[in-house]
């Protein structure tokens, strides 16, 4: 029973590590896809704000 216990803590660790990994991984890959987009929207209020003074 408390080999068990053992091995429930260690899937638990990893589970929690890989949770932490493919939430990281996602980030990435979201920045990553829409790049040119958030380019576009920081260009684009740069000139906005440049416009207002």
């Known amino acids: 029973m408390v080999n ?3 091995e429930l803590a260690k899937i638990g660790e ?3 590590q890989n949770i932490v990994v493919i939430g990281i991984f996602a980030i990435v ?3 990553i896809w829409q790049f040119s ?3 576009n929207a ?3 209020f740069l000139k ?3 416009g207002k003074k």
Do not use: A, G, K
Request: glycine share 0%; no cysteine; charged share 10%.
């Open 4 to 6: 068990f216990n053992i």
């Open 14 to 16: 990893i589970s929690m």
């Open 29 to 31: 890959l979201v920045l």
């Open 37 to 39: 987009n958030i380019l």
């Open 42 to 44: 920081v260009v684009n």
């Open 48 to 50: 906005f704000r440049d």
